[in-house]
């Protein structure tokens, strides 16, 4: 990955099989953005949502903080402020953005340690009716793996910090509400193609704790 110059740039996440969300975020709100990883804070509501994505792990992260700097909490399968999508590596393409949501997701409390896996009947069925590729299914494994051995060694909090600490968290704009596609208008998700972009090789990819 590599930094464009305009003051928006368009992330598109695809959710098989019918659903491509396009955030149009403000080049002002990245925070640091390099061949490896790209970390931007946006306004949500009366929030502050951090992304983490990579474009070498089959992960992303996403936290929320308090304008006043603390991380927030939020309900789920566990009161988990990290939520750890499973994902294809981000790539970069005409200046846009793009990955695949790959069903799985790592919930992590607050104490960044304690952690519920979620979602995995939805990889189950998802792959069973040939809407993932067989890379896609094996990089959601992954991922999963290495973000869990990510949590039992260090924890998560360290591992983002070490990429960019939470003290760096800023307000900015609030991210608009994502704009929603179809595959059929963005013919890099089509399946055979992901299979050309998102090819096996690209799997072994990352290093747990690295």
Known sequence: MSPRDDDDFLFYNFHPPDEVRIFATPRAAVKRWDSSVLVFDARIGDGILR??????????????????????????AISWAFNCDMCTPAILRGGGLYNVDLCLDVLV????????LTDEDDLASKSAAGLLTRTEVLGARQGADELIAIIRSTGIITFLEEILPFDSVTDNQPQAPPEISTPAAVPLFALRERERVWPPTMLGRGTPGK
């Not at 409390?109 to 519920?116: E, F, L, V």
Request: proline content about 6%; glycine content about 8%; overall charge negative.
């Open 51 to 76: 992304k983490y994505s990579f474009s070498d792990r089959w992960f992303e992260v996403h936290c929320t903080f308090d304008l006043n700097g603390p991380l927030r909490a939020e309900r789920g």
């Open 109 to 116: 409390q607050p104490d960044g340690i304690t952690y519920a």
